[in-house]
């Protein structure tokens, strides 16, 4: 269903109307005002919480968006899901070494707002 509501389902059979709030929806629009993040975390292991984030935003958010204002928005997402403390930490690998699976999830979902 979430790939459905994301527009991440391409194959098999779908049909109906969905709808937001009442109104139908348009998946340009909603694909800019929401995140999406995978059940399993893809982060590259070998970068901090912070250079994860902040490569997101470079990446991601639009070119009129200046150098000081990513920064500040890594660091609003950072506090919003206290992720600040582990600011220097690097991602790691899973169950091996760095963020334990609770830290990689928010730090995922970090990534899709940053985006945002």
């Given amino acids: 269903l979430m790939d459905v509501l994301a527009g991440r389902k391409t194959g098999g059979y779908i ?3 969905i709808s937001i709030s009442g109104y139908p929806k348009n998946q340009t ?4 005002v929401s995140g ?7 982060h590259s292991p070998y970068v901090t919480v912070y250079e994860s984030l902040l ?3 470079w990446l991601r958010l639009s070119k009129d968006v200046d150098k000081s204002k990513r920064k ?4 609003e ?9 582990l600011r ?28 945002n």
């Fill in 15 to 17: 049909e109906g109307n």
């Fill in 29 to 32: 629009t909603f694909a800019r």
């Fill in 36 to 42: 999406y993040c995978e059940q399993n975390d893809i």
């Fill in 55 to 57: 490569y997101s935003a």
């Fill in 72 to 75: 500040m928005f890594v660091d």
């Fill in 77 to 85: 997402v950072m506090d919003l899901v206290e992720l600040h403390p």
């Fill in 88 to 115: 220097n930490a690097l991602v790691g690998l899973p169950g091996v070494d760095g963020l334990s699976t609770e830290q990689r999830k928010r730090l995922t979902i970090a990534v899709e707002l940053v985006a």
